[in-house]
């Protein structure tokens, strides 16, 4: 055999592998290149969509955190404004009691002033009426001179 007609049927089996290829072996191949590509476009299309939710979710949970914090604070503030309301009421209360108190012991002392005033007239009429009775040496009777004895409690 001579070189030239190796190198035709050469050529010839090199053209029926690449038609062979081309037409059996390369579609498929092709086919799971295509799909590979796909799949790895939709991943990538995939992590770039969960990569925006992810955003946005981290968004919509700083807000949340931002509101709750803010209503934390107001609650907290509401709190303190109603402690000190109450504190207040307390103090209200307590000064008004203690007013109470205190008008009720001046009433009662000034009750008691009045009721040892009074004692201390009589105790004065009857050492008034023995002084009489020791300056005159006979007995004075209350009953006889009740008006005297009036008059007298009145002065005193």
Do not use: C, Y
């Not at 770039?48 to 914090?69: G, I, M, P, S």
């Not at 009720?104 to 008691?112: D, G, T, V």
Request: without cysteine; neutral net charge; hydrophobic residues 50%.
């Amino acid at each position: 055999m001579s070189i030239t007609g190796t190198l035709i049927i050469q050529i010839i089996v090199f053209l029926l592998l690449v038609w062979f290829t081309m037409s059996f072996v390369w579609p498929p191949i092709a086919r799971a290149l295509d799909a590979r590509a796909q799949k790895v476009a939709e991943g990538l299309a995939a992590a770039d969509k969960a990569k925006t939710e992810l955003a946005a979710a981290n968004q919509r949970v700083e807000q949340e955190l931002a509101t709750t914090r803010s209503e934390n604070a107001q609650r907290l503030a509401d709190a303190e404004r109603r402690a000190q309301q109450l504190i207040e009421e307390a103090k209200a209360r307590a000064s008004e009691e203690g007013a109470k108190i205190i008008a009720a012991a001046k009433a009662e002392a000034e009750q008691q002033m009045v009721q040892a005033r009074e004692a201390l007239r009589d105790d004065v009429a009857r050492l008034a009426v023995r002084g009489a009775e020791q300056i005159l040496r006979k007995e004075v009777n209350p009953a006889v001179h009740a008006d005297l004895l009036g008059r007298l409690k009145t002065e005193l």
